[in-house]
């Protein structure tokens, strides 16, 4: 006990000297209680901090790619998530998912496609039982809890699609369904469709969503949809907006379409203007039936399937750069942007040019990835425009 007393103090006696000689200061630590100890002795601890957790306003959502032919994203479904593939589209307005109930044998897109199980949600919420049958779609309507990004859109009304028709544009299509963000004008779900919904909710606050797809070769990842506003990190320069012309289509004007012959000349199309929509779920640039073949011409595309045209793949980067003005604006598209590459699951992949019959009335024109790849485009629906914007 002597002896450690001793130590003791011959240590104290060391450390003040030196303490001394080099400045050194003991500063006293005091222990305090950790929030969680707070709490348990007040639950009203951390109101009394103020402390809240401030919810997003916006939202950036990861779209991925296939082939060159179509963006998605994922989303889930229902509590627990059920997991789908689907494509933003501002030609449709509803949102619709395959269902369990969906035959294989009678429709055997029904195969591929992840379908919707309304049982084994807890979040499902029964309405009355409406039919649903749009464009070789058919089923019924159902209410659930959709889940993307940080986001959760409760009580969206959708359309659970029990029967798919095999067309075309079902027939190759990728993803399991389809959220739309077309006006509600067009919506034969219900008028608070899933972005006026996430409005109404106040889970976003502006009245915008943006999109960004890339022709990235090297990544599976095919851009961002950007909902409640825009991201200038992508915008190169000013951003062009030009009026919504009917609030139906995402729908705008054309000034000229117009495709080089040589370095001096030009062959122009829709030189009086012109009315397109924007599509962002489809890499085709729609064009009236007369312009077709002409366009494609121009652009050396022989005909190949399903009245689409192709071009080998090793010219894509020797194409012909086509110019769009909107706006006054001239934006430029290369191969690269109007080229689609797809495979034909027999001989390979084939480049398939995104020109093709818009389908459409009144010689409307429609402007898919093939257009959208090589811009950044805003669509603002409280102002009825959309900004076009270049690449950074």
Same mark, same amino acid.
């Not at 789908?84 to 029904?110: A, G, H, N, Q, R």
């Not at 045209?309 to 934006?331: A, H, M, Q, W």
């Given at each position: ?55 997003? /306003?916006?939202?950036?959502?990861? !779209?991925?790619?296939?082939?060159? #032919? =179509?963006?998605?994203?994922? %989303?889930?479904?229902? +509590? ?10 501002? /030609?449709?307005?509803?949102?619709? !998912?395959?269902?369990?109930?969906? #035959? =294989?044998?009678?429709?055997? %897109?029904?195969?591929? +496609? ?279």
């Amino acid at each position: 006990m002597t002896c450690r007393l001793i130590f003791l103090l011959f240590f104290y006696f060391v450390y003040c000297t030196i303490a001394e000689e080099t400045n050194i200061y003991r500063m006293p630590l005091i222990r305090r209680k950790s929030p969680l100890q707070m709490l348990i002795k007040d639950p009203h601890y951390m109101r009394k901090l103020n402390i809240q957790k401030i919810p997003p /306003t916006n939202e950036n959502i990861t !779209l991925f790619k296939y082939m060159d #032919s =179509e963006y998605y994203a994922e %989303i889930l479904v229902g +509590k627990p998530g059920q997991k789908f593939s689907v494509i933003f589209d501002t /030609t449709w307005s509803d949102m619709w !998912l395959p269902s369990k109930l969906c #035959s =294989e044998i009678i429709y055997p %897109i029904c195969l591929k +496609k992840n379908k919707y199980d309304q049982d084994i949600s807890s979040t499902h919420k029964f309405i009355d039982p409406t039919p649903f049958n749009v464009d070789g779609l058919v089923g019924n309507l159902t209410c659930d809890t959709i889940r993307l990004g940080h986001l959760n859109v409760t009580d969206l009304i959708f359309a659970e699609i029990i029967g798919i028709q095999n067309l075309t544009q079902y027939q190759f299509m990728h993803a399991d369904g389809i959220i739309g963000l077309g006006y509600n004008t067009m919506a034969r779900t219900t008028n608070n469709t899933f972005f006026y919904k996430l409005l109404d909710d106040k889970k976003i606050l502006k009245p915008i969503f943006s999109v960004y797809m890339n022709r990235d070769v090297t990544s599976t990842k095919g851009g961002t949809i950007f909902l409640g506003g825009y991201e200038p990190k992508h915008i190169s320069g000013e951003i062009t907006y030009v009026p919504v012309v009917t609030k139906n289509y995402w729908q705008i004007e054309m000034n000229q379409f117009s495709v080089p012959i040589n370095k001096t000349n030009a062959m122009t199309f829709c030189d009086q203007g012109c009315q397109v929509i924007l599509d962002t779920s489809s890499n085709q640039i729609g064009v009236p039936t007369k312009y077709v073949a002409s366009i494609n011409y121009l652009v050396k595309a022989t005909l190949y399937l399903y009245n689409r045209y192709e071009v080998k793949c090793s010219l894509v980067n020797k194409l012909p750069k086509i110019t769009i003005n909107i706006g006054s604006r001239d934006f430029h598209l290369s191969g690269r942007h109007y080229i689609q590459k797809m495979d034909n699951g027999q001989n390979g992949t084939v480049c398939i040019t995104a020109f093709c019959d818009s389908g459409l009335d009144d010689g409307l024109w429609s402007l898919g990835g093939g257009f959208l790849s090589s811009v950044y485009t805003t669509f603002d629906l409280e102002n009825n425009r959309i900004g076009i914007a270049n690449l950074r």
